[in-house]
């Protein structure tokens, strides 16, 4: 019975920290998108206005565009190419979904952010909640990759092997493990995608596994590659499971 009320439970809680980012994700859509838009809007127009003047523009006038362009890069908009480019969104759902999952888990790269108030008002509530929501979930995880480990030492112990040599040997195995699923092969999968280096790769997968998550790699992010349609959703899964398996490294 304490089984089973012990994988309700699990289940009501995946479900819930599931369903608080896909709601997340919504509001902050709901809230950044118009914003975004007219952002878009006026980059355009100023690029517009520069090209038709910039053979008579004072030194000041050329000091303002470039603030201002400065300003619109900060903000995510890059009046890079054609008008079609103001159609795609920073705050389509799955770059919104994958905002929420870097809000909760305290990653914060810093390249897509609210900026209405209404935004900036929700993400502290999100995050308010979110954040322990999240330590919750990945604790919970983390016991669960727990009792896998416990039963490799029980199979091992069976086997007759010490105690000392199995809890070393659990901890080599998720250790190793870990770096290949986590860090390895992910590195891999960024430097086909993103056209980074294999050094670059380990890289970014250290720097946001470990929360730091300085935003000077983020994935899904260069203008012009065409990446594939759910590439950010599985992004924020693999950020999820490798935050779980270093919250069991520290278990162990």
């Not at 902050?28 to 100023?46: G, H, V």
């Not at 983020?218 to 590439?231: E, L, T």
Request: hydrophobic share 50%; with cysteine; charged share 15%.
């Amino acid at each position: 019975k304490a089984m089973c009320s012990g994988k309700l439970q699990t289940g009501l809680l995946v479900a819930s920290y599931f369903i608080y980012l896909l709601v997340g994700a919504a509001v902050f859509q709901a809230l950044e998108r118009t914003a975004e838009k007219q952002e878009k809007i006026a980059a355009a127009q100023m690029k517009e206005a520069f090209l038709q003047n910039f053979t008579h523009l004072t030194v000041a006038e050329m000091e303002q565009f470039m603030k201002n362009l400065t300003e619109a890069i900060q903000n995510g908009v890059y009046p890079v190419g054609n008008e079609s480019q103001i159609e795609d969104s920073n705050w389509d759902f799955s770059n919104s979904f994958f905002f929420a999952g870097t809000v909760v888990s305290t990653i914060g790269y810093g390249t897509l952010r609210p900026k209405t108030a209404g935004g900036q008002i929700f993400c502290v509530f999100f995050a308010l909640f979110g954040i322990p929501l999240n330590i919750v979930f990945l604790h919970r995880v983390g016991k669960m990759l727990s009792l896998l480990c416990k039963k490799l030492g029980k199979f091992l112990y069976e086997k007759g092997m010490r105690k000392k040599k199995i809890k070393f040997l659990t901890l080599l195995f998720f250790l190793a493990t870990g770096i290949l699923v986590f860090l390895c092969l992910p590195s891999l999968f960024f430097q086909i995608t993103e056209g980074w280096s294999y050094s670059e790769g380990i890289y970014f997968a250290f720097i946001t596994l470990s929360t730091i998550g300085f935003g000077d790699y983020v994935v899904g992010k260069q203008p012009g590659r065409n990446y594939f349609s759910y590439y950010r959703t599985l992004v924020a899964i693999w950020i999820l499971f490798g935050l779980a398996w270093i919250a069991l490294l520290f278990n162990l």
